[in-house]
């Protein structure tokens, strides 16, 4: 049964941190690259950075760039979003998906998705 499951979201502070994860099972992490999306509630999922399976490329939204940083442990079978300076506009439903190799550009290319996390930022 594949599974994904995030954790790690919460409430912090403007300009705080939070370290999302993203576990896998039911499939081998080593061949699927991973992104992570958010979603607010009636906005379209945005893609927020994803890791590439075979060479480790990596890609981010323009927004979170500097701020962000994906990383992969295959042996844990989970892949992890590093959130640094936090902003109010980071507020989201953060979720992880898997696609076969390569990231892909639209959602609908992603073959699993976990239930999602929530991240709000406030003071």
């Known amino acids: 049964q594949v599974q994904l499951v995030e954790s790690g979201g919460g409430l912090v502070q403007p300009g705080g941190s939070l370290r999302l994860s993203c576990a896998v099972s039911?499939?081998?992490?080593?061949?699927?690259?991973i992104g992570w999306f958010r979603q607010a509630p009636g906005e379209e999922r945005e893609g927020v950075s994803c890791?590439?399976?075979?060479?480790?490329?990596?890609y981010y939204v323009d927004s979170v760039k500097g701020r962000f940083t994906i990383s992969r442990d295959n042996a844990k079978n989970t892949v992890y979003l590093e959130m640094n300076s936090l902003k109010a506009e980071d507020t989201r439903v953060y979720f992880c998906?898997?696609?076969?190799?390569?990231?892909?550009?639209?959602?609908?290319?992603?073959?699993?998705w976990g239930q999602g996390t929530q991240v709000t930022v406030s003071s």
């Open positions: 890791i590439s399976s075979s060479d480790g490329s990596i």
């Open positions: 998906a898997a696609v076969r190799t390569w990231c892909a550009g639209h959602t609908y290319e992603y073959d699993y």
């Open positions: 039911g499939f081998t992490l080593d061949y699927y690259a």
